[in-house]
């Protein structure tokens, strides 16, 4: 079964909260009880203490190759061997664009390298993040302010 169908029967209504701590450091969740802490760099005024939310985004990419290709693999019963991607992105100076993203995906595997090239496919095709980064998703922002003196 493809992968990318579970994900919409099992996650048809994603959400993401966030809330600043202090400074700039922040705590993002998922309303399932995982959480990540995100901060800037000491050079850019932060201590540290763990990656910015654009890192963040590029560790989802590479997280989502892996999981869906972990999963493509165990539900056609091929051997995932080893797996690791490395996501780089070049960002635009002074602004928040990113010029260019590049995914390098290794596999070492046991099985058939046609049936590996296959389920990779299959991940492409599957991963959700992936399509964040290729189609441009339409993002709704809603602002509510008030005010307290």
Known sequence: MDPSFLYVIFMAKLKANAKL?????LVTDNGRGQSVICDLSEAAGGANAGPTPLELALMALAGCGVIIYADVCKNSKIDPGNIEINVEAEKVPDSPALK??????????????????????????????????KDSVPVKVDVDIKTTE
């Open 21 to 25: 701590l202090e400074n700039v450091r």
């Open 100 to 133: 260019g993203v590049t995914m390098k995906v290794n596999i070492a595997s046991k099985a058939r390298k046609g049936l590996v090239e296959a389920a990779w496919r299959r991940t492409e095709a599957g991963c959700p993040v992936l399509f964040v980064y």
